[in-house]
């Protein structure tokens, strides 16, 4: 399949630079395990134009083995870093991640040094990530900082649910993306030189902080035609009542998390069920490892709720799919590889997780608001922020009456 490409009005001094589409390969260049038909009409963003020669220049300084000259092309689907692939003269290929230009909205996002700082500390482990090249923070180069990384070659699946495998593949590409979870909860972050990654204690609390003030904020946005506010999270106050409550909350663990750990953020190899990179990790911290499980298991929960934007979440209803792991399985797996049981607190986290991405689904609504963002998509996803609402307070009060319960055994 070739490449479809967009060449940017280049500024003075400046390369274009090409883009690559997104059916045919992903953030760190491992091709689609399924081809988007309907992209080929999509037209892709303009390319953030490049001084490849001062690029070419850094690079032959300090990673000699990338060779001028250099084919530099921009990745042309949507991530809040741009990324481009590099091609050097002898044919190796290399993946570049910048900050975007401009000012930016928020001083959390966009930050490619944590990104970087974790992949590169996670190199030396068995967890497999890209290899790290260099981190530039000098604007001059490239416009913005910006670091280098290996390009990876292998499969990413966009449907979760893997359609185009055996029930046999896809229960052994589960288990490897569990396995290799619980290996990266496993790291000790104290011993790879990532102990300021973020505070060891109250992870659940800093997230109630930053989403109650996040959420407020979002809840207020009002519609340019319909005038009327995009309004709050259903319960919202009420969950973040029973979300703060110490008796509540899952024991302390302290683990690096990933932050949005999902199948199609992680690259698989061509031929085997074995993860050989987890991408994108501009949300990863210190904090609580059920957080990633959470994230990781809710296709088998909120199908109903995402049905707008998700026509494939049915194949996660129970027996639906040959092959595809019940959560008890998943949770087993990961007993068995971590070696502790997150089975009497996975409920929490869920509902946890559900809220979180009931306040994301919320933010992309308020940006609809606003007309910030692609209109036929981004409603659909506006509109799954109520019924995600809905879905985690049902988790909530089927926790609450759990507890309800042992209460009254305990008397």
């Not at 992949?119 to 068995?126: H, M, R, S, V």
């Not at 800093?206 to 999270?233: E, F, H, M, N, Y």
Request: some cysteine; charged content about 25%.
């Amino acid at each position: 399949m070739p490449l479809k490409t967009l060449i940017s009005k280049p500024t003075p001094g400046f390369r274009a630079v090409p883009q690559i589409s997104a059916n045919v390969l992903a953030v760190h260049g491992a091709t689609r395990s399924r081809a988007l038909d309907h992209c080929a009409s999509v037209p892709t963003r303009t390319g953030h134009p490049i001084d490849v020669k001062a690029l070419e220049q850094y690079l032959s300084q300090h990673v000699p083995e990338i060779k001028a000259p250099l084919e530099v092309k921009q990745f042309g689907f949507g991530q809040s870093n741009p990324t481009y692939q590099l091609t050097s003269a002898d044919k190796k290929r290399y993946v570049m991640r910048k900050k975007p230009p401009g000012k930016l909205l928020s001083k959390a996002a966009h930050k490619v040094e944590r990104e970087y700082r974790v992949i590169a500390a996670l190199g030396p482990t068995d967890v497999p990530v890209p290899k790290a090249y260099c981190l530039c923070e000098d604007d001059s180069v490239v416009g913005t900082p910006f670091y280098v990384m290996e390009f990876l070659d292998g499969r990413i699946f966009e449907d979760l649910s893997l359609p185009n495998v055996s029930a046999e593949e896809r229960t052994s590409l589960w288990r490897a993306a569990v396995q290799t979870l619980a290996k990266f909860h496993s790291v000790d972050f104290r011993k790879v030189g990532l102990e300021s990654f973020g505070k060891s204690d109250g992870f659940y609390d800093r997230q109630l902080a930053t989403w109650k003030q996040i959420c407020t904020a979002q809840s207020k946005a009002v519609d340019v035609d319909t005038k009327k506010p995009v309004g709050q999270i259903p319960h919202f106050d009420e969950m973040l009542q029973f979300f703060a409550d110490k008796n509540l909350q899952p024991r302390h663990r302290a683990t690096l998390v990933h932050g949005d750990y999902k199948l199609d953020n992680m690259v698989f190899h061509k031929t085997e069920s074995r993860v050989i990179g987890i991408l994108d990790w501009e949300m990863s911290t210190v904090g609580h490892p059920l957080s990633d499980l959470g994230n990781l298991l809710m296709p088998f929960y909120t199908h109903k709720a995402t049905s707008s934007y998700n026509p494939t979440g049915s194949a996660f209803l129970p027996g639906a799919t040959p092959g595809l792991p019940t959560p008890d399985i998943i949770l087993a797996w990961y007993k068995e590889a971590a070696g502790w049981d997150p089975q009497p607190e996975i409920n929490w986290a869920l509902a946890f997780a559900i809220f979180r991405g009931s306040a994301i689904s919320q933010g992309i609504a308020a940006r609809y608001a606003a007309r910030q963002a692609s209109s036929a998509e981004a409603q659909k996803y506006a509109e799954s922020f109520k019924p995600l609402g809905e879905l985690a307070w049902s988790l909530v009060e089927q926790q609450k009456a759990k507890s309800k319960t042992t209460e009254k055994a305990k008397l």
